[in-house]
């Protein structure tokens, strides 16, 4: 056995208290049991059973039994024949076959044998009888604890060789608990309080963690799921987000990402899908930073045990900050394990913009967490100045803990090109651009009512419905060109472009504007939450009344009317967007806020 699985099977054996302790001498077959911590009733009823075994040499199959079985644990496994004289406890067990309710021995269960092997059911032979004769001499695993294969490879074991060591560990326990001090303890125990003697049937089925029913062992094997593809190191910052979201552009787990790997290892950075599995667009994050799909590792856990597992992956990376990005499990899980989680972790939310629903209700994970979670994390950020305010006056924060706010400024990405301007051809139909979520929010309604209104020009849109699945679109315009979500925004030919739509009812500063404002391209957006942080009237088209198509209608009608004037104003705000938003600045705000300049200890974390 390698070190590593030594120390693993040693840490077990330590947390069920396991001490060494000698064997007694074997008793020769059908002499009598000598006393037990359960007591003398119980040993007279054991030397009777062996005085009723039939003689050696009628049957192999009940002698093959009689040699290996434990009538202690037989006796108090079924109480029903404790009252009869003439019982024979290896008869009784071998008569009832694979429906076998009391075992014969420690480390042997009917029942789990049978499921591993089923045609042994069918064979017409005791499955105990089997597994003495040719099952435990071919491999086949009687054990009692649920997947040994499973549990092996996460100690480092071969399953042979784990089924060995427990069965060595439950032999040791019994003998302490039947002739040694701890059965000792609970037989005086009893004395004090009689319902304790009525656990001794319990002992004869320990159950040695972690291969126990329940979620533990598939707790255990998520977490070895994750670090494996974690690579087994440590991190200095964590980025737990819901899933992988839609669209090319970095968003801000991104632009986080590309932020602190100028100064650290990006293998240094891990990102947490929590809630959804799914496929990282390319580019997102540096080369190097680990991704961990721990949605995809924990569908065989329920809420509250994946709450658990999550909480314990995330401490397990010692990291400086754990960054949250919309992940429900993780703001679930901090409900009850918030208080622990901080006390060891720096935890820092990122809130966007609520949403709304259809009769005009608020809600979303700002209202939903900034004020169960105010306590536990060492900050929250925002990607809006607006949005910030908003949030600091809703929830009355003090002044004094204003500064606990931090608003993230995405940085704009010079290395987009400006687009080339459309052919003058005077046969090409004037084309608007429009990308999103087939949402309430994004206001999809008003830009079929505003391409209603202007046949002669040409609508392509982009997007896929994320919130609501059943979302329809009915009375398509001729003049809509429907093109399902793109992988990049590279990806799109923007010199067919004669300007870029956005509708959204409400919004932060969305990374598709930034985007687009690097392009040149004139834009006429609705002006609400963060987007006028982008948008103004000296270089685009802002547009105060979302519901309004004419107002929008309006705007597009002036571009096309003078294209030359609209393309300056469009590299106007390309220009002020890069002078505002630099990725230098970007960098120097997420070090500021994620990382730590204190030393590590001995163990490789932060200073707590």
């Known amino acids: 056995m390698s070190g590593g699985a030594e120390r693993r099977w040693s840490r077990l054996r330590r947390a069920l208290g396991a001490e060494p302790a000698a064997a007694p001498a074997p008793e020769p077959d059908g002499a009598p049991v000598g006393p037990t911590a359960i007591g003398p009733a119980l040993d007279a009823l054991v030397a009777r059973a062996r005085r009723n075994r039939r003689p050696r040499g009628e049957d192999p199959d009940y002698d093959l039994v009689a040699d290996h079985f434990?009538?202690?644990?037989?006796?108090?496994?079924?109480?029903?024949?404790?009252?009869?004289?003439?019982?024979?406890?290896?008869?009784?067990?071998?008569?009832?076959?694979a429906d076998a309710v009391g075992q014969p021995d420690v480390s042997f269960s009917t029942k789990s044998y049978v499921e591993r092997h089923p045609r042994i059911a069918r064979s017409g032979r005791a499955p105990y009888v089997e597994w003495l004769r040719e099952g435990r001499a071919a491999g086949r695993v009687g054990d009692p604890a649920p997947r040994i294969d499973r549990t092996a490879a996460l100690l480092g074991l071969e399953p042979a060789d784990l089924v060995e060591r427990l069965a060595d560990t439950r032999a040791d326990l019994q003998q302490r608990l039947r002739h040694g001090v701890l059965g000792e303890m609970i037989a005086k125990a009893a004395q004090i309080e009689p319902m304790i003697a009525a656990t001794w049937p319990e002992t004869t089925r320990p159950k040695v963690a972690p291969l126990v029913p329940g979620p533990t062992l598939?707790?255990?094997?998520?977490?070895?799921?994750?670090?494996?593809?974690?690579?087994?190191?440590?991190?200095?910052?964590v980025i737990a987000i819901n899933r992988p979201r839609w669209g090319g552009?970095?968003?801000?787990e991104g632009h986080v990402a590309h932020a602190l790997a100028e100064t650290i290892d990006p293998?240094?950075?891990?990102?947490?899908?929590?809630?959804?599995?799914?496929?990282?667009?390319?580019?997102?994050?540096?080369?190097?930073?680990?991704?961990?799909?721990?949605?995809?590792?924990?569908?065989?856990l329920g809420p509250a045990a994946a709450q658990r597992t999550l909480v314990e992956l995330l401490r397990s990376f010692r990291a400086d900050t754990i960054l949250v990005v919309n992940s429900l499990l993780l703001y679930d899980a901090m409900a009850s394990y918030g208080q622990a989680l901080a006390q060891t972790e720096r935890i820092v939310p990122v809130f966007f913009c609520n949403e709304q629903d259809e009769v005009g209700r608020w809600y979303g994970f700002p209202l939903r967490n900034l004020y169960r979670t105010w306590e536990l994390t060492a900050g929250v950020v925002t990607d809006s100045e607006h949005f910030a305010d908003w949030l600091q006056e809703t929830y009355q924060v003090p002044p004094d803990q204003r500064d606990r706010f931090h608003v993230l400024r995405a940085p704009a990405d010079p290395t987009i090109p400006v687009a080339a301007a459309p052919s003058t051809d005077p046969t090409r139909r004037p084309t608007v651009f429009w990308a999103g979520r087939w949402d309430r929010q994004k206001r999809i309604d008003v830009v079929l009512a505003t391409a209603r209104a202007l046949p002669e020009v040409d609508f392509r849109m982009w997007g896929e419905s994320l919130l609501a699945a059943d979302h329809a679109l009915a009375d398509i315009p001729d003049n809509v060109r429907l093109q399902g979500p793109y992988a990049h925004f590279g990806d799109l030919d923007l010199s067919e472009a004669d300007l870029w739509l956005y509708t959204s009812a409400w919004d932060g500063v969305p990374s598709l504007l930034l985007e687009v404002a690097m392009t040149g391209l004139p834009i006429v957006a609705t002006v609400v939450g963060g987007t006028g942080e982008i948008v103004s009237a000296a270089d685009g088209?802002?547009?105060?009344?979302?519901?309004?198509?004419?107002?929008?209608?309006?705007?597009?009608?002036?571009?096309?009317?003078?294209?030359?004037?609209?393309?300056?104003r469009g590299l106007a705000l390309r220009e002020r967007v890069l002078a505002e938003r630099t990725t230098v600045a970007y960098a120097e705000d997420v070090r500021r806020l994620l990382l730590r300049d204190t030393p590590r200890d001995s163990q490789g974390g932060a200073e707590r």
């Open 218 to 237: 598939d707790q255990m094997a998520v977490l070895d799921d994750c670090h494996r593809a974690a690579g087994h190191r440590r991190a200095r910052v």
């Open 267 to 300: 293998a240094d950075i891990v990102v947490v899908h929590t809630d959804e599995t799914g496929r990282t667009p390319p580019g997102r994050f540096p080369e190097g930073v680990r991704e961990v799909d721990f949605a995809a590792a924990a569908t065989r």
């Open 249 to 252: 552009g970095r968003r801000i």
């Open 541 to 568: 088209w802002p547009i105060d009344e979302a519901g309004d198509p004419a107002a929008y209608v309006t705007a597009i009608r002036e571009i096309l009317a003078d294209p030359t004037a609209a393309r300056r």
């Open 70 to 97: 434990d009538d202690v644990a037989y006796l108090l496994q079924v109480p029903q024949i404790q009252g009869r004289a003439d019982v024979d406890p290896v008869a009784h067990f071998l008569d009832q076959g």
